[in-house]
């Protein structure tokens, strides 16, 4: 059970023009949960400070009393603004926890209580809604705000899982989707908003718009993808994106294919290396760096993109440690830095010892790619899913051990400097395998899957 402790904080604001003197409020109400509320314990917050992400709505702070009750007014100075409120829990000058809203144009909004979900900095805490289906590996999408989904990955036929970020609870009624589409599936969104699912060459489209599935008419993937599941994505931010590799009934496949924002499928060049769901990291449009999922005897990395000449994919560090790895997360972390954290040597099941920082500005060459490797999980482990989070941190959890077991530890890594992170330090334990990851605008890591019927929260 979630522990419900409640301050309000009442914002008003003035509607339409300054002649115009009718005025409207409402009410944040304050949830924390079991063990990450930043206004309880020893070290517990001494104050409590409301700021609206608008740069033009003065900053509030106030005391908070010994019972933990507090309350702060505030006059929105641009209520016609998209833009997040953030409520902050500090001690002594410092931020201790923290939560926000999604962006809203809060002008929009008449009287109303509004919950805003507090929990201690660095700290992974279970979400506040209920989950409908136990998934591994979904696909994560933060949908017209406030609402984010879940998708594929079911362990039985379920619907979708969709959530209202601005009232922290579960959307009931969301459509189900065929039980095929769940395993092994690839997703992408496209410019209309809807979510295209393929599975080999058939595919299907959730609309949560109107919230119906439909099959897509006249604009079928390919019959050369029919054997084809488990490849990667590259999602464009205007919709679509690319289809990268997979595996059929004996072996991975180079095969890529681009999805229109549209829908409309086209036939791309093909990985320089067959590569069974590829980690993929987005560097510009349909541009993309690509590690993992290859055979015993192939490089490690990649560069994507249609216009690429052939020599120009094939990318090599010069240290066998990295060349020669798989299975390893490959997360952005800033400045141009990628890192690949854990994984296996090549055509052998040990583990990596180092993680690798990337330059990924030199993955075309004119520069060294490899700024080096060090140490940086705690927990050595292979097929890791990893987020760059708020605050320059990297949040880091799932994958398997060396003796097979599933890694528990949650780890984050301080990436203020990317090209010198700080060693990662755990801070929960999950110890699940095949879980996803979205950062979302409220500011939190939403962190779903490992077969379990529950998600959770980070928050730095």
């Given amino acids: 059970m979630t522990t419900v402790r409640w301050w309000l904080f009442s914002l008003s604001f003035a509607l339409g023009a300054a002649a115009c003197q009718s005025?409207?409020?409402?009410?944040?109400?304050?949830?924390?949960?079991?063990?990450?509320?930043?206004?309880?314990?020893?070290?517990?917050?001494?104050?409590?400070?409301?700021?609206?992400?608008?740069?033009?709505?003065?900053?509030?702070?106030?005391?908070?009393g010994r019972g933990g009750s507090f309350s702060l007014q505030v006059e929105l100075v641009r209520p016609d603004l998209r833009s997040r409120i953030v409520v902050e829990a500090l001690r002594d000058g410092e931020v201790v926890g923290s939560g926000g809203t999604p962006l809203a144009q809060w002008a929009s909004f008449g009287p109303t209580l509004l919950p805003v979900w507090v929990q201690r900095r660095d700290s992974v805490e279970p979400a506040p809604w209920g989950e409908g289906a136990r998934r591994v590996r979904p696909f994560l999408f933060e949908l017209q705000s406030p609402y984010v989904a879940a998708v594929g990955g079911a362990l039985a036929a379920a619907a979708v899982?969709?959530?209202?970020?601005?009232?922290?609870?579960?959307?009931?009624?969301?459509?189900?989707?065929?039980?095929?589409?769940?395993?092994d599936a690839s997703a992408l969104?496209?410019?209309?908003?809807?979510?295209?699912?393929?599975?080999?060459?058939v595919a299907v489209l959730w609309n949560p718009s109107n919230n119906t599935v439909t099959t897509p008419t006249g604009r079928s993937a390919p019959q050369e993808r029919c054997d084809v599941i488990g490849s990667a994505t590259l999602q464009e931010p205007g919709g679509g994106g690319l289809v990268l590799g997979g595996r059929n009934a004996t072996s991975a496949v180079a095969r890529v294919d681009r999805v229109m924002p549209d829908g409309t499928w086209?036939?791309?060049?093909?990985?320089?290396?067959?590569?069974?769901?590829?980690?993929?990291?987005?560097?510009?449009?349909?541009?993309?760096l690509v590690a993992g999922g290859q055979g015993a005897t192939a490089d490690y990395l990649e560069r994507y993109g249609p216009m690429l000449m052939a020599a120009q994919r094939t990318v090599h560090t010069g240290d066998e440690r990295v060349d020669r790895r798989s299975r390893a997360a490959l997360v952005m972390a800033g400045d141009g830095v990628a890192l690949a954290l854990g994984g296996v040597v090549a055509g052998s099941d040990a583990l990596a010892t180092e993680d690798a920082l990337l330059d990924t500005r030199c993955a075309t060459g004119g520069c060294p790619v490899l700024l080096g490797v060090r140490p940086l999980l705690s927990q050595r482990r292979r097929d890791a899913t990893a987020a760059l989070a708020e605050g320059d941190r990297v949040l880091v959890a799932s994958g398997t051990g060396s003796d097979g077991r599933v890694a528990d530890a949650v780890e984050i890594l301080d990436v203020s400097a990317p090209r010198n992170p700080s060693a990662g330090v755990a801070v929960a334990s999950l110890p699940y395998e095949g879980l996803s990851m979205l950062p979302l605008a409220t500011g939190s890591v939403w962190i779903v899957g490992g077969g379990r019927s529950e998600s959770w929260l980070y928050r730095h």
């Fill in 23 to 64: 005025e409207q409020s409402m009410s944040l109400r304050v949830f924390t949960p079991d063990g990450g509320d930043p206004w309880v314990g020893d070290a517990a917050a001494t104050q409590a400070r409301l700021r609206v992400e608008d740069r033009e709505t003065p900053v509030q702070t106030v005391s908070v």
């Fill in 161 to 183: 899982d969709v959530f209202d970020a601005l009232v922290i609870r579960r959307v009931e009624g969301a459509s189900a989707i065929d039980d095929t589409f769940n395993r």
């Fill in 189 to 201: 969104r496209l410019a209309d908003g809807s979510v295209l699912l393929v599975r080999g060459c």
């Fill in 266 to 288: 086209v036939t791309s060049e093909a990985l320089t290396t067959p590569r069974d769901r590829p980690s993929v990291l987005r560097l510009g449009e349909l541009d993309a």
